[in-house]
Nanobody, 117 residues
Framework: QVQLVESGGGLVQPGGSRRLSCAASGFMFSTYVMSWYRQAPGKEREWVAWIRPVGTPTNYTDSVKGRFTISRDNAKNTVYLQMNSLKPEDTGVYFC??????????WGQGTQVTVSS
């Protein structure tokens, strides 16, 4: 059974930090490109970041560059999103996604991040 389980969300004040985790099981995690997406209430889901299987090549949407860091630990089948200097506009449900060419992606259920004072 394929599973992606996000954790680490919660309420954080502006300027604060959170580290999200996505624990994967049921597939060859180390071969998949992993991504983080987020969706604010009433808005479309947007891509946030991706990381290649080896782990070093990464990319980010402009709004989070310099604040967020995606990383992975293939030995633990886990991808992380370190979020610093959080802003209210970062609020939303954060999802992790696993994908390889030629296959349908796997999605987690999401974890809520609320940035509010």
């Amino acid at each position: 059974q394929v599973q992606l389980v996000e954790s680490g969300g919660g309420l954080v004040q502006p300027g604060g930090s959170r580290r999200l985790s996505c624990a994967a099981s049921g597939f060859m995690f180390s071969t998949y490109v992993m991504s983080w997406y987020r969706q604010a209430p009433g808005k479309e889901r947007e891509w946030v970041a991706w990381i290649r299987p080896v782990g070093t090549p990464t990319n980010y949407t402009d709004s989070v560059k310099g604040r967020f860091t995606i990383s992975r630990d293939n030995a633990k089948n886990t991808v992380y999103l370190q979020m610093n200097s959080l802003k209210p506009e970062d609020t939303g449900v954060y999802f992790c996604k696993a994908v390889v060419d030629g296959r349908d992606p796997y999605w987690g259920q999401g974890t809520q991040v609320t940035v509010s004072s």
